[in-house]
Protein backbone atom coordinates (compact mmCIF):
# COMPACT_ATOMS: atom_id res chain seq x y z
CA UNK A 1 0.00 0.00 0.00
CA UNK A 2 1.15 3.80 -0.83
CA UNK A 3 1.44 5.57 1.46
CA UNK A 4 2.98 9.43 1.84
CA UNK A 5 3.38 10.91 5.66
CA UNK A 6 4.47 14.54 5.73
CA UNK A 7 5.65 15.99 8.79
CA UNK A 8 7.40 19.68 9.96
CA UNK A 9 4.25 21.87 9.51
CA UNK A 10 3.69 24.81 12.69
CA UNK A 11 3.83 28.03 13.79
CA UNK A 12 6.19 30.36 12.70
CA UNK A 13 6.93 34.38 12.26
CA UNK A 14 6.61 36.01 9.30
CA UNK A 15 10.55 36.08 8.00
CA UNK A 16 11.15 33.33 9.55
CA UNK A 17 11.75 29.30 8.31
CA UNK A 18 10.88 25.26 8.07
CA UNK A 19 11.04 22.06 6.86
CA UNK A 20 8.66 20.14 5.81
CA UNK A 21 9.75 16.32 5.42
CA UNK A 22 7.62 13.36 3.49
CA UNK A 23 8.33 9.88 4.24
CA UNK A 24 7.12 7.63 1.23
CA UNK A 25 6.29 3.53 1.42
CA UNK A 26 5.03 0.88 -0.20
CA UNK A 27 6.63 2.32 -4.01
CA UNK A 28 9.73 2.42 -5.41
CA UNK A 29 10.60 6.01 -4.09
CA UNK A 30 13.83 6.32 -6.20
CA UNK A 31 11.48 5.90 -9.92
CA UNK A 32 9.15 8.37 -8.89
CA UNK A 33 8.77 12.41 -9.44
CA UNK A 34 7.76 14.26 -6.36
CA UNK A 35 5.73 17.27 -5.45
CA UNK A 36 4.56 19.74 -2.96
CA UNK A 37 0.97 21.21 -3.76
CA UNK A 38 -0.50 23.61 -0.97
CA UNK A 39 -3.96 24.58 -0.07
CA UNK A 40 -4.44 28.05 2.07
CA UNK A 41 -7.41 27.93 4.68
CA UNK A 42 -11.15 27.47 3.05
CA UNK A 43 -9.24 27.96 -0.66
CA UNK A 44 -8.06 25.17 -3.87
CA UNK A 45 -4.97 24.07 -4.77
CA UNK A 46 -1.69 25.21 -5.35
CA UNK A 47 1.03 23.58 -7.01
CA UNK A 48 3.97 24.21 -5.65
CA UNK A 49 7.26 22.43 -6.42
CA UNK A 50 8.22 19.42 -8.38
CA UNK A 51 11.42 17.50 -8.07
CA UNK A 52 12.48 14.33 -10.46
CA UNK A 53 13.39 10.72 -9.43
CA UNK A 54 16.90 11.37 -9.17
CA UNK A 55 16.90 15.30 -8.19
CA UNK A 56 18.19 16.60 -11.55
CA UNK A 57 15.08 18.25 -12.83
CA UNK A 58 13.46 21.08 -10.40
CA UNK A 59 10.82 23.16 -10.66
CA UNK A 60 8.59 25.91 -8.73
CA UNK A 61 5.77 28.00 -9.07
CA UNK A 62 6.69 32.14 -9.27
CA UNK A 63 5.82 32.90 -5.72
CA UNK A 64 7.94 30.54 -3.88
CA UNK A 65 11.02 31.05 -6.27
CA UNK A 66 14.25 32.14 -4.39
CA UNK A 67 12.08 31.27 -0.93
CA UNK A 68 11.74 27.80 -0.65
CA UNK A 69 14.36 24.87 -1.91
CA UNK A 70 12.66 20.95 -3.10
CA UNK A 71 15.19 18.31 -2.46
CA UNK A 72 15.26 14.38 -1.88
CA UNK A 73 16.98 11.52 -0.53
CA UNK A 74 16.61 8.72 -2.29
CA UNK A 75 18.42 6.26 0.43
CA UNK A 76 15.79 7.72 3.07
CA UNK A 77 12.57 7.54 0.74
CA UNK A 78 11.92 11.17 1.49
CA UNK A 79 11.41 14.44 -0.32
CA UNK A 80 11.61 17.73 1.56
CA UNK A 81 10.65 21.64 1.28
CA UNK A 82 12.84 23.71 2.26
CA UNK A 83 10.67 26.86 3.42
CA UNK A 84 12.40 30.19 3.79
CA UNK A 85 11.36 34.10 4.31
CA UNK A 86 7.57 32.98 5.29
CA UNK A 87 4.77 35.03 4.39
CA UNK A 88 1.79 35.62 6.01
CA UNK A 89 0.55 34.10 1.96
CA UNK A 90 2.30 30.93 2.61
CA UNK A 91 -0.01 29.38 5.28
CA UNK A 92 -1.58 26.36 4.04
CA UNK A 93 -1.82 22.60 4.64
CA UNK A 94 1.08 21.41 2.28
CA UNK A 95 0.63 17.97 0.60
CA UNK A 96 3.20 15.63 -0.63
CA UNK A 97 2.25 13.66 -3.67
CA UNK A 98 3.60 10.92 -6.07
CA UNK A 99 3.58 11.77 -9.73
CA UNK A 100 3.20 9.38 -12.26
CA UNK A 101 4.85 10.79 -15.07
CA UNK A 102 4.32 8.46 -17.85
CA UNK A 103 0.11 9.65 -17.69
CA UNK A 104 0.83 12.59 -16.10
CA UNK A 105 -1.37 12.45 -12.76
CA UNK A 106 -0.57 12.47 -8.81
CA UNK A 107 -2.33 8.99 -8.22
CA UNK A 108 -1.48 9.61 -4.45
CA UNK A 109 -1.37 12.33 -1.35
CA UNK A 110 -0.05 12.35 1.60
CA UNK A 111 -2.50 13.84 5.10
CA UNK A 112 -0.59 17.06 5.01
CA UNK A 113 1.40 19.14 7.31
CA UNK A 114 0.33 22.04 7.83
CA UNK A 115 1.99 25.74 8.21
CA UNK A 116 0.73 28.75 9.63
CA UNK A 117 2.51 32.15 9.45
CA UNK A 118 1.74 34.86 11.82
CA UNK A 119 3.28 36.68 14.37
CA UNK B 1 1.01 29.99 -17.32
CA UNK B 2 -2.14 27.94 -18.14
CA UNK B 3 -5.34 28.85 -16.65
CA UNK B 4 -7.94 26.52 -15.78
CA UNK B 5 -11.54 27.69 -15.20
CA UNK B 6 -13.95 25.44 -13.96
CA UNK B 7 -17.87 26.04 -14.17
CA UNK B 8 -19.94 26.05 -12.23
CA UNK B 9 -18.37 26.64 -8.69
CA UNK B 10 -21.31 25.47 -7.33
CA UNK B 11 -23.70 22.36 -8.52
CA UNK B 12 -26.55 21.71 -6.06
CA UNK B 13 -27.73 18.33 -7.37
CA UNK B 14 -30.79 16.01 -6.43
CA UNK B 15 -29.33 12.44 -5.44
CA UNK B 16 -29.64 10.18 -8.09
CA UNK B 17 -29.31 12.66 -10.66
CA UNK B 18 -26.54 13.02 -13.21
CA UNK B 19 -23.95 16.15 -12.81
CA UNK B 20 -21.55 17.96 -14.93
CA UNK B 21 -18.61 19.97 -14.59
CA UNK B 22 -16.88 22.28 -17.17
CA UNK B 23 -13.52 23.32 -17.10
CA UNK B 24 -11.46 25.06 -19.80
CA UNK B 25 -8.26 25.69 -20.10
CA UNK B 26 -6.22 29.07 -21.27
CA UNK B 27 -4.43 27.18 -24.00
CA UNK B 28 -4.42 23.55 -25.07
CA UNK B 29 -3.25 21.20 -23.27
CA UNK B 30 -1.88 18.63 -25.94
CA UNK B 31 1.86 17.46 -24.89
CA UNK B 32 4.03 18.03 -27.79
CA UNK B 33 3.95 13.78 -27.36
CA UNK B 34 0.77 14.06 -28.11
CA UNK B 35 -1.12 12.86 -24.78
CA UNK B 36 -3.15 15.38 -23.06
CA UNK B 37 -2.96 15.90 -19.81
CA UNK B 38 -5.94 16.83 -17.71
CA UNK B 39 -7.38 14.86 -14.56
CA UNK B 40 -10.02 15.25 -12.54
CA UNK B 41 -9.71 15.30 -8.67
CA UNK B 42 -11.95 15.06 -5.90
CA UNK B 43 -12.03 15.82 -2.32
CA UNK B 44 -14.03 15.20 -0.13
CA UNK B 45 -14.53 17.38 3.26
CA UNK B 46 -11.08 17.07 5.61
CA UNK B 47 -9.89 14.75 3.66
CA UNK B 48 -6.90 15.28 0.64
CA UNK B 49 -7.54 14.91 -2.94
CA UNK B 50 -8.55 11.71 -4.60
CA UNK B 51 -7.54 11.09 -8.04
CA UNK B 52 -10.84 10.08 -11.01
CA UNK B 53 -9.32 10.65 -13.88
CA UNK B 54 -6.73 10.56 -15.70
CA UNK B 55 -5.39 11.94 -19.30
CA UNK B 56 -8.92 13.42 -19.84
CA UNK B 57 -11.03 10.17 -19.99
CA UNK B 58 -8.95 7.47 -17.90
CA UNK B 59 -10.81 5.95 -14.36
CA UNK B 60 -8.14 5.49 -12.09
CA UNK B 61 -8.28 2.37 -10.06
CA UNK B 62 -11.34 1.78 -7.86
CA UNK B 63 -13.31 4.86 -9.03
CA UNK B 64 -16.60 4.04 -9.65
CA UNK B 65 -17.86 3.88 -13.71
CA UNK B 66 -20.52 6.36 -12.81
CA UNK B 67 -17.58 9.02 -13.14
CA UNK B 68 -16.70 9.74 -16.72
CA UNK B 69 -13.99 12.60 -18.74
CA UNK B 70 -14.81 13.58 -21.70
CA UNK B 71 -12.96 16.67 -23.55
CA UNK B 72 -9.62 17.69 -26.21
CA UNK B 73 -7.89 20.70 -26.79
CA UNK B 74 -8.84 23.55 -24.13
CA UNK B 75 -12.52 22.08 -23.23
CA UNK B 76 -13.22 18.89 -20.74
CA UNK B 77 -16.40 17.59 -18.83
CA UNK B 78 -16.67 15.57 -15.81
CA UNK B 79 -19.56 13.83 -15.15
CA UNK B 80 -21.33 11.78 -12.63
CA UNK B 81 -24.32 9.74 -14.20
CA UNK B 82 -25.93 9.58 -11.32
CA UNK B 83 -24.96 11.19 -7.88
CA UNK B 84 -24.50 9.73 -4.44
CA UNK B 85 -24.20 10.97 -1.40
CA UNK B 86 -20.45 10.18 -1.07
CA UNK B 87 -19.91 12.27 -4.23
CA UNK B 88 -19.97 15.59 -1.66
CA UNK B 89 -17.28 17.00 -2.20
CA UNK B 90 -15.50 19.53 -4.06
CA UNK B 91 -13.88 19.25 -7.93
CA UNK B 92 -10.59 19.91 -9.74
CA UNK B 93 -9.28 19.88 -13.06
CA UNK B 94 -6.02 19.75 -13.41
CA UNK B 95 -3.28 20.12 -16.50
CA UNK B 96 0.40 18.65 -16.07
CA UNK B 97 0.64 19.40 -19.87
CA UNK B 98 3.01 22.49 -18.80
CA UNK B 99 4.89 23.93 -15.84
CA UNK B 100 3.76 25.10 -13.77
CA UNK B 101 1.62 22.47 -12.76
CA UNK B 102 -2.39 24.41 -12.24
CA UNK B 103 -5.70 23.66 -10.98
CA UNK B 104 -9.22 24.68 -11.88
CA UNK B 105 -10.50 26.78 -8.47
CA UNK B 106 -12.90 24.05 -7.68
CA UNK B 107 -16.58 22.90 -8.27
CA UNK B 108 -18.59 22.50 -5.17
CA UNK B 109 -20.84 19.70 -5.46
CA UNK B 110 -23.37 19.36 -3.28
CA UNK B 111 -26.75 17.02 -2.43
CA UNK B 112 -30.19 19.42 -2.72
Known amino acids: EVQLLESGGGLVQPGGSLRLSCVGSGFTFS??????????????????SSISSGGGNIDYTDSVKGRFTISRDNSKNTVYLQLNSLRAEDTALYYCAK??????????????????VSS | DIVMTQTPLSSPVTLGQPASISCRSSQSLVHSD????????????????????????NRFSGVPDRFSGSGAGTDFTLKISRVEAEDVGVYYCMQATQFPRTFGQGTKVEIK
Open chain 1, 31 to 48: SYTMSWVRQAPGKGLEWV
Open chain 1, 99 to 116: YYGISGYYPYWGQGTLVT
Open chain 2, 34 to 57: GNTYLSWLQQRPGQPPRLLIYKVS
